[in-house]
């Protein structure tokens, strides 16, 4: 069996990546490593067809001297008696700045995955190679440290910050100038009367309508008062309308019994003055 990946990876990262087991075991999909077991050493769950097939077993990738790689493997059925011998030869070759991995080598298996079809077992075989080679050229690409920037790269502070420096340089400026006061000069800036006020701008003394109604209204009050003053202006609440209404039979009920009550004291005294 022989096959071919293109990985968007440089060679020099790619070659890492293979030597590390941990990132190695990482990037072969469908694989669960065991507890306790070395990095290569597990479950892999390998679909052909519409069939699944679990493997327990362990996965070695060695250096050789032609600067390749040796791939071995040996794994059970974990439901079964079936097994699977591995031995690949893995090719690295430099493109672009990317790299091409180039597999050979022979597989011989038996049990169930012997049952099924050759061409789905050579088809599931080509993905599992080539997601896992993409997995590895991921690995590979997900520790290569950043780029340095450029000049076009580089972050320009906003035109803002400038006139910041150049006002704290001036600050700096003024208070080296206060050192070289003399006693005298300090003096002479105390008998000053009265400085006129700089045209075109408002006396400082003399604060802006807002702040006088401000104050006007903050003061006497204290801080829990302002923090749950009900809202004002069109945010205020609306208070309830008044529901109470008199009945217009109650409103002549009262006079109309002090008229009964006269009007029977006055025909009561009536009758008496006649017997």
């Known amino acids: 069996m022989e096959h071919e990946v293109f990985v968007p990876v440089p060679a020099e990262r790619l070659r890492a990546a293979l030597a590390d087991p941990a990132q190695v075991a990482r990037a072969l999909p469908g694989f669960q490593q065991d507890a306790g077991t070395e990095p290569v050493a597990g479950r892999l769950k390998l679909r052909v067809g519409g069939h699944t097939i679990t493997y327990r077993g362990t996965l070695h990738v060695t250096a050789r001297e032609d600067g390749g790689y040796a791939v071995e493997g040996d794994a059970t059925e974990a439901r079964g008696s079936g097994t699977v011998t591995l031995a690949l ?47 590895l050229g991921a690995e590979a690409a997900a520790d290569e440290p950043p780029a340095a920037a450029t000049v076009f790269e580089t972050e320009i502070p906003p035109p803002g910050l400038a006139g910041v420096d150049s006002v704290n340089g001036s600050a700096d400026a003024d208070a080296d100038d206060l050192d070289d006061v003399d006693a005298d000069e300090v003096d002479d800036i105390d008998e000053v009367d009265a400085v006129e006020a700089v045209a075109g701008f408002p006396d400082a003394g003399v604060p802006p ?67």
């Open 89 to 135: 030869t893995l090719g690295l070759r430099e493109t672009d700045g990317a790299s091409t991995l180039r597999f050979g080598g022979t597989a011989t298996a038996d049990g169930r995955i012997a049952e099924l079809p050759a061409d789905a077992v050579d088809a599931a075989a080509v993905r599992l190679l080539e997601r896992w080679a993409e997995n």
């Open 209 to 275: 309508a807002e702040a006088a109604h401000a104050r006007r209204t903050m003061i006497g009050r204290s801080a829990e008062e302002v923090d749950h003053a009900p809202p004002r202006g069109r945010y205020a609440p609306v208070p309830a309308p008044q529901t109470v209404a008199r009945d217009n039979a109650l409103r002549w009920a009262a006079p109309a019994a002090a008229l009964a009550v006269a009007s029977a004291i006055v025909v009561g005294r009536a009758l008496r003055r006649r017997r």
